[in-house]
Nanobody, 124 residues
Framework: QSELVESGGGLAQPGGSLRLSCAAS????????MSWARQAPGKGLEWVSG????????YYAYSVKGRFTISRDNAKNTVYLQMNSLKPEDTALYYC?????????????????WGQGTQVTVSS
């Protein structure tokens, strides 16, 4: 049974930092790309960042580029999202997700496993 479990969310002040983690189990983690998506209250799901299976190719949404960094540790079956210079508009439920293959894709229909989400709230 494949599983993704996010952690690391919480309350941060504007300008602060948080690091999200997504622990994977039940599948050969190093064979798959991984992604982070978020959903803010009253808004649709949007991609935040993605990384290929070996960590050599990354994707960032324009709104987070230069502030967020995605990385992975294939030995620990974990993908991370380092979030710096947080803004109130980063407030959302953050999900990690696994696509079918080793390359990042923006097509939601290409994803078969999602975590339960971790809440990030940026407020003073």
């Amino acid at each position: 049974q494949s599983e993704l479990v996010e952690s690391g969310g919480g309350l941060a002040q504007p300008g602060g930092s948080l690091r999200l983690s997504c622990a994977a189990s039940g599948f050969p983690f190093s064979n798959y790309a991984m992604s982070w998506a978020r959903q803010a209250p009253g808004k649709g799901l949007e991609w935040v960042s993605g990384i290929d299976s070996v960590g050599s190719d990354t994707y960032y949404a324009y709104s987070v580029k230069g502030r967020f960094t995605i990385s992975r540790d294939n030995a620990k079956n974990t993908v991370y999202l380092q979030m710096n210079s947080l803004k109130p508009e980063d407030t959302a439920l953050y999900y990690c997700a696994r696509p079918f293959g080793s390359k990042w894709t923006s097509q939601f229909e290409d994803y078969d496993y999602w975590g339960q989400g971790t809440q990030v709230t940026v407020s003073s």
